[in-house]
């Protein structure tokens, strides 16, 4: 059963930054599409980042520009580095394959408030 393990996640002021981390078992993050996604309260969960097997990637309109998904295959790491961070970025955050997610780890909660 593949492990999904999301760390990182912290009280931020706006206009800071966060670098959320993704640890997979076995090589999952290496070998399928992967994306963050993110709940706020009250909301459905949002795909917000995306990286192809070929290293593509994609965002919500909301992040465009702030947000840098990225990963590294020999240390079947992913990560989403988050700039400019705004009260509405404000959700646990999750990373699951893109396509077929699994089994949803606990998340880390991200807060951007002053």
């Known amino acids: 059963q593949v492990q999904l393990v999301e760390s990182g996640g912290g009280l931020v002021q706006p206009g800071g930054s966060l670098r959320l981390s993704c640890a997979a078992s076995?090589?999952?993050?290496?070998?399928?599409?992967m994306a963050w996604y993110r709940q706020a309260p009250g909301k459905q969960r949002e795909l917000v980042a995306a990286?192809?097997?070929?290293?593509?990637?994609q965002y919500t309109d909301s992040v465009k520009g702030r947000f840098t998904i990225s990963r590294d295959n020999a240390k079947n790491t992913m990560y989403l580095q988050m700039n400019s961070l705004k009260p509405e970025d404000t959700a646990v955050y999750y990373c699951?394959?893109?396509?077929?997610?699994?089994?949803w780890g606990q998340g880390t909660q991200v807060t951007v408030s002053s």
């Open positions: 076995g090589s999952i993050i290496s070998i399928y599409p």
């Open positions: 699951n394959l893109r396509d077929a997610p699994r089994t």
């Open positions: 990286i192809g097997y070929v290293g593509s990637t």
